[in-house]
Every structure is written in structure tokens, then in C-alpha cells.
């Protein structure tokens, strides 16, 4: 668990306060969900069970504060984990860009859609590879392909 400074944990108490309208000490985990929501991270339901299954650590399914407070680190510690998955994914992008070139042609990207669905149209594909390669050069760079897997 990250270790999070005083101001965090004073904010982490107050909100953890409000959650707690009967002031017993704990959180139901049905509120986890709209916890997240609130801030902003809207989880399908396996994501979420994942998450509540790791954060409530002796399965009491109630959050006390300190289950509270790793789950909050987790999503404090978010950027770290943008950080990281660029990092994958720069890797991923040389994979495909085996000749080092800094592109991915959009003839390659097609034939990656294929291989992850093989349901997919040809014309399905022309649309998602307009999309993607947005200044329409032919060749997806890593900016568009960063766009593509964070979908931002
Ligand atoms: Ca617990
Ligand atoms: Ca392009």
C-alpha cells in the first residue's frame, strides 16, 4: 500500500465520516461502487467485485478505515499507473512497429483488429482506421495508437 501523507489521510477521514452515516466505524462495500462513481471511475460489476474482494482484506464486507484507505490509495496512486501502462503500451506499439520506424502502417492495425476479432467486417475496420489515424496519413503513430487504447 502507498504511503499517503497526513493532508490525504485527514481528507480520506472526513470522507470516510460522511460515508459512515451511522457512525459505526465501517462502510457497507455496496457503497464502494458509488464511492467510485463519485469520484469519477465508473466500473463495470466484475471490475468493482475484483476491487472490493482485494480492499476488504478480512471479508467482512464492510469497509473499516484502513481497508478504506488502501482502497482510496489505489485510485490516488492512479497516475503512477498511467505511467505504467504507457510504458506497455510503448512496448506493445514496438512490437508492431517491428521495423522501427515510429508508425504502425494502417494495413498492419487491420490485420491486429482481425486477429482480436475475427467477426469484424472489412468495413467496420475502414471506419475504426479512419478514426484512429486522424490526420489520415496512412500510418498510425504512437499518439494515435495511445488515443486508441486509453480511448482518450
Ligand atoms: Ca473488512
Ligand atoms: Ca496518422
Redesign the pocket.
Known sequence: MEELDKSQLQLLKNAFDAFDHEKKG?IS?DMIGTILEMLGHELDDDTLNEIITE??????????FS?FCSLASKFLTEEVDDEAMVQELKEAFRLYDKEGNGYITTDVLKEIFKELDNTITSEDLDTMIEEIDSDGSGTVDFDEFLEVMTGE
Open positions: 465501517v462495500t480492499v476488504d482484506s478480512d471479508g467482512s464486507g464492510e469497509l473499516e481497508e
